[in-house]
C-alpha cells in the first residue's frame, strides 16, 4: 500500500493560492491520487482525482510530476471558508479498504 | 438530490448497550462503504457492501460489530455490547459502482459511549 507524507499543518492568508504537496514515493503503477476536503463535524468532500500530469476542476488543480512520487494540490484565491483538513489517498479505484486516510494537512484561512 | 443521509446524528450510549447507526445512500447508488475516525485521526475504512452484499470487512472488528445492507431500506451499522473504546465518529460513503471516481460521504454520526 502507497503510504502518503503531507504537512501536518498550513496558514494561508484570504486570496491567495495555496499548495500542498503530498509525498507518495512507493505509489504503484494502478494507483490513482484522489484529494478529499473535512470540515469539522462533516464528512470527507471529494476534491480531485489524477493519475498523472495535471488535472483542474472548478474547485482545484492536481499537478503530478512524470515520476508520481508525489503530487501538489492547488488552492487558487482561497478564503476563509476553504478552512479544513484535507487529505491526501493513492490507490487503485475499486479498492476502499486499500484507500487510508492519514491525519491530512490542517489548513487555517486568515483575513 | 439529497447527499448520503446518516442518522442519528448524535448517540449516546451506556457500556453494554447496542448502537444501531443508518445511512440511506445517495439515490441511485447500490455500494455503500463504512468508516471510522477517532479524535484527531484520519479515517480508517471498515466494511464495504453492496445490496444484500458483503464485499470486504477486513477493516471490521471480528466482534460485536455488523453492518448490513438489505435490499430495501438503508445500511446499517450496529455495535453491541458496546465500550468506550467504541466512541467515535462513523461515517457512511456511496457510490454507483465499484470503479467510482470519488466517493460520497455522509456527515457522520457521532457515538459517544458513557
Known amino acids: 500500500l502507497a503510504k502518503t507524507t503531507q504537512p501536518i499543518s498550513m496558514d494561508s492568508y484570504e486570496g491567495q493560492e495555496v499548495n500542498i504537496t503530498c509525498s507518495h514515493n512507493n505509489i504503484a503503477t494502478n494507483d490513482y491520487i484522489t484529494w478529499y476536503q473535512q470540515f469539522p463535524s462533516q464528512g470527507p468532500r471529494f476534491i480531485i482525482q489524477g493519475y498523472k500530469t495535471k488535472v483542474t476542476n472548478e474547485v482545484a488543480s492536481l499537478f503530478i510530476p512524470a515520476d508520481r512520487k508525489s503530487s501538489t494540490l492547488s488552492l487558487p484565491r482561497v478564503s476563509l471558508s476553504d478552512t479544513a483538513v484535507y487529505y491526501c489517498l493513492v490507490g487503485p479505484t475499486g479498492t476502499a479498504s486499500k484507500l487510508t486516510f492519514g491525519t491530512g494537512t490542517r489548513l487555517q484561512v486568515m483575513l | 438530490n439529497a447527499g448520503v443521509m446518516q442518522n442519528p446524528r448524535h448517540l449516546v450510549r451506556r457500556r453494554g448497550q447496542e448502537a444501531r447507526l443508518r445511512c440511506s445512500p445517495v439515490?441511485?447508488?447500490?455500494?455503500v462503504y463504512w468508516y471510522r475516525q477517532l479524535p484527531e485521526e484520519g479515517l480508517k475504512f471498515m466494511v464495504y457492501l453492496q445490496k444484500e452484499n458483503i464485499i470486504d470487512e477486513s477493516g471490521m472488528p471480528k466482534e460485536r460489530f455488523s453492518a448490513e445492507f438489505p435490499k430495501e431500506g438503508p445500511s446499517i451499522l450496529r455495535i453491541q455490547q458496546v465500550v468506550r473504546g467504541d466512541s467515535a465518529a462513523y461515517f457512511c460513503?456511496?457510490?454507483?459502482?465499484?470503479?467510482?471516481?470519488?466517493?460520497?460521504f455522509g456527515s457522520g454520526t457521532r457515538l459517544t459511549v458513557v
Open positions: 439515490k441511485g447508488h447500490s455500494h
Open positions: 460513503a456511496s457510490s454507483p459502482d465499484r470503479e467510482a471516481y470519488g466517493y460520497t
